[in-house]
């Protein structure tokens, strides 16, 4: 072999191996991302999580083999430098350290874009399985999960319009839920005049009292426990419904959806079929 071909052959060496190894760690303070990591079978990446915030069904990663990186609002900057993560994940929670997270290690912002849910989700499961070199392998579980929500439409296509709240310390505001009501195609039930939002910042709230529920008058309230989810005192369930019931909405049903899986890790392979099945449990007659 010439001496060209020898260095042209260390060069496609050198290069392969570097598109092979890189990103070879991971901090994540996206659960949805870590879900989507784990059931990709990707999961020897991950080296850093935040271990407070983690749901029942991904306690493995609460493991001392990986490094607590701090809260979701609050991330441990020195744990992300002593493990030097090759990459980091972030969503909008981690805004306000972009810069300081940014100096530790190279960032994906894998929030998932407003718009279409179910586009943006397979988008970003795309892009992070492809950085990966794992991209036919997040095709096929894509696959599976466009063909589970197909049967699951299929089986709440007579389903009742069905009202989501989200309850944080005994308070309720809307929430239109992009997995109910864009992933599952469930009508939302149309809100009264009496019914206004607020603005707060940049961000729109609808607050929802007693009354305003039972006028409203949903056959199904789905409750997203952002409380529970994040340790304070969760909804007290009977306490509501005989509050409703004393508004009129006797027989209004409510079903508490799982905290930590609906306010926490959305937005994963795993969570999604999570979130699917919940719903069509909870609309069952």
């Known amino acids: 072999m010439t001496s060209s071909r020898l260095f042209a052959a260390a060069v496609l060496s050198l290069s392969s191996g570097i598109a092979a190894a890189a990103p070879t760690s991971i901090a994540t303070f996206d659960l949805g991302s870590l879900d989507s990591l784990d059931a990709l079978g990707l999961g020897e990446h991950v080296v850093g999580v935040p271990q407070q915030s983690l749901p029942t069904y991904l306690a493995d990663y609460a493991d001392a083999a990986y490094a607590d990186i701090g809260g979701l609002r609050s991330p441990d900057l020195e ?3 002593e493990i030097a993560p090759g990459l980091i994940l972030i969503t909008g929670r981690q805004g306000d350290w972009r810069d300081e997270l940014e100096a530790i290690a190279p960032i ?9 849910y179910l586009a943006a989700f397979d988008d ?7 950085r990966l070199d794992a991209g036919q392998t997040a095709e096929h579980a894509l696959a599976e999960l466009h063909q589970h929500i197909d049967q699951a439409r299929q089986a709440l296509a007579d389903a009742p319009a ?17 997995v109910v009501h864009q992933v599952l195609a469930i009508d939302s039930p149309t809100l009264p005049d009496s019914v206004a939002s607020e603005t707060r910042g940049n961000r729109v709230f609808t607050p929802l009292s007693t009354e305003a529920i039972a006028e409203i008058d949903p056959a199904v309230l789905l409750v997203i426990d952002r409380s529970a989810a994040i340790g304070d005192d969760a909804i007290d369930t009977a306490a509501v419904q005989q509050a409703l019931a004393s508004a009129g909405a006797d027989t209004l049903r ?9 306010y926490l890790s959305g937005g994963g392979l795993q969570s999604l079929r999570l979130q699917v099945d919940e719903v069509v449990t909870a609309l069952q007659p």
């Not at 970003?124 to 492809?130: F, P, S, T």
């Open 108 to 116: 994906m912002d894998t929030g998932l874009a407003s718009g279409d």
């Open 254 to 262: 409510i079903e508490v959806l799982s905290p930590a899986l609906w």
């Open 162 to 178: 069905v009202l989501v709240a989200t309850h944080n310390q005994g308070n309720f505001t809307l929430n239109h839920h992009p």
């Open 124 to 130: 970003n499961v795309m892009a992070l399985a492809e």
């Open 79 to 81: 744990a992300l430098g």
